[in-house]
């Protein structure tokens, strides 16, 4: 079992950024994709980012691309989601989940991912 706690979530105005963070418990993180979603008021969950165990792989939704930027540190079991160039859309709550295997898979509902937190909320005014 993986215990993820996000942290960094706020109050931003539109064009700012945020850096949001997720806190691994456990021994085995360094071999679990990661990922980011994000659900919006009356709306689905959907992909922001995801990362492969190493951090040579990762995957973006359309609308983030060239603005957020996914990382992790293995040795400190943290996973990051560095946001630019914010705008009111992105206004949600942002989840980080895990995944038992070392990449994550597009194919598969929310890229596979078995672990999720409770979510940070991110509000960006305009």
């Known amino acids: 079992q993986v215990q993820l706690v996000e942290s960094g979530g706020g109050l931003v105005q539109a064009g700012g950024s945020l850096r949001l963070s997720c806190a691994a418990s456990g021994r085995a993180f360094s071999s679990y994709a990661m990922g980011w979603f994000r659900q919006a008021p009356g709306k689905e969950r959907e992909v922001v980012a995801a990362?492969?165990?190493?951090?040579?792989?990762?995957d973006y939704a359309d609308s983030v691309k060239g603005r957020f930027t996914i990382s992790r540190d293995n040795a400190k079991n943290t996973v990051y989601l560095q946001m630019n160039s914010l705008k009111p859309e992105d206004t949600a709550v942002y989840y980080c989940a895990a995944r038992r295997y070392r990449n994550y898979d597009p194919s598969l509902e929310n890229y596979g991912m078995d672990y999720w937190g409770k979510g940070t909320l991110v509000t960006v005014s305009s």
């Open positions: 990362i492969n165990w190493s951090g040579g792989y990762t």
